[in-house]
């Protein structure tokens, strides 16, 4: 079974797409954002089809039931945005900070984050599937209640996750540095390495009430 992202955003050649201006929404197709700033911007229920965003700086904008299919975003400042509720469809993040990135409640499909800061970052409740995280920091992610399918952890640093609730099925973590908060038999469906094993030992027998004594 295929673990995390396997296809790639169907994006036009940059000759071929068009220029984008802020209009005080945020309905983008079929568009080229360059080094824009439109941090705070508010703009619920937007569109991003078929589109690169390239060094485009949106932190802290509300983004909520954001609709993304195709997209590339690299070098961009997505932190604190918010695409709560959203659907992202073969969307592919590049070298972002996404510190405190909110994506409660959202669908991810076919979505990779590569070299990403995601630090504080909240996928509480969403539903993500055949999704990518390779060189990715995660520390103090919120992950609880999160549906997690398909997905593969690369080379990412997982430190303090809270994981409570959450539903893995075929998720890899291998090779990730792996430290769980909360219910760490939330765990069960996903595959670890021998030494990701040894460094879990305390927080299982812990969380099946397992003495460990001398």
């Known amino acids: 079974m295929p673990m995390g992202a396997t296809e790639t955003p169907d994006v036009l050649d940059d000759e071929d797409l068009v220029a984008w201006e802020p209009d005080g929404r945020f309905d983008v197709e079929d568009s080229l954002l360059g080094e824009l700033d439109l941090a705070d911007l508010k703009a619920a229920g937007g569109r991003l089809l078929r589109s690169r965003l390239d060094r485009t700086r949106l932190t802290g904008a509300r983004l909520r039931s954001l609709r993304a299919t195709d997209v590339l975003v690299a070098d961009g ?17 590049e070298r972002c900070r996404m510190t405190g990135f909110k994506a409660a409640e959202a669908k991810l499909e076919e ?20 999704v990518t995280f390779e060189d990715c920091v995660l520390d103090d992610a919120d992950l609880a209640a999160a549906e997690i399918r398909e997905t593969r952890f690369a080379a990412s640093s997982l430190r303090r996750v809270l994981i409570d ?3 893995l099925r075929a998720v890899d973590l291998r090779g990730s540095e792996l430290e769980p908060d909360g219910d760490v038999t939330a765990l069960r469906g996903a595959t670890i390495d021998p030494l990701q094993l040894v ?10 009430g397992i003495d460990v004594r001398d």
């Open 77 to 93: 400042d997505w932190s604190n945005v918010d695409v709560g509720g959203g659907q992202l469809s073969r969307v592919r993040f």
């Open 111 to 130: 979505v990779a984050f590569v070299r990403c800061k995601l630090d504080l970052a909240s996928f509480r409740g969403a539903k993500l599937r055949h």
């Open 199 to 208: 460094g879990l030992g305390p927080l299982l027998a812990r969380g099946l």
């Open 165 to 167: 609730n959450a539903r």
